[in-house]
């Protein structure tokens, strides 16, 4: 048997949306989202791992995309960028990152959106250098770094506001 003949299972759910073909082993999940599913906000950068575009949520856990087999992850909770918006509304990082002009290019943006809600989840937002350095694997070429890092702690502090009010 040659190996463009060999297939094997792959069952995630997408976006809320359950996905299931056979898949050659070799197809990452960053080919499968945007060459088989049309998921483009999902940008390939380096396809190395080096620079944070193909950043999606797997798990809830930030992962480069392009690093991951597909078939390596079954039964597994994939959110790309244009899963995180509900009924129409942007996400409050989406906003955020339009408040803060933490843009210019925008091809970064669906990672950086992406890493930086995880980044939340991981309570790494004591400090402007702490967020700097889990940031780190996703880069900017445009220096929007300021920027990105302003639409992180306005999420924190919308997040510490609606938690405080609750708590009352």
Do not use: W
């Amino acid at each position: 048997m040659n190996s463009a003949s060999m297939v094997a299972p792959c069952r995630l759910r997408i976006n809320g949306q359950d996905y299931a073909a056979d898949l050659p082993p070799s197809v990452t999940l960053l080919d499968l989202l945007r060459e088989r599913l049309d998921l483009t906000g999902t940008k390939k950068g380096c396809d190395h791992g080096q620079c944070g575009a193909c950043t999606v949520l797997v798990g809830g856990k930030r992962v480069k995309s392009c690093l991951v087999l597909a078939v390596s992850i079954p039964d597994t909770a994939v959110t790309t960028i244009e899963g995180i918006s509900q009924d129409g509304q942007l996400h409050p990082m989406q906003q955020a990152f339009i408040d803060a002009d933490a843009f210019q290019c925008g091809y970064c943006t669906p990672g950086q959106i992406m890493s930086a809600i995880a980044l939340l989840e991981e309570g790494h937002v004591r400090s402007r250098e702490e967020i700097r350095e889990f940031m780190s694997g996703n880069l900017c070429r445009c220096g929007a770094y300021n920027g990105i890092i302003d639409a992180i702690e306005q999420v924190a502090a919308q997040r510490h506001r609606d938690s405080a009010g609750e708590a009352a």
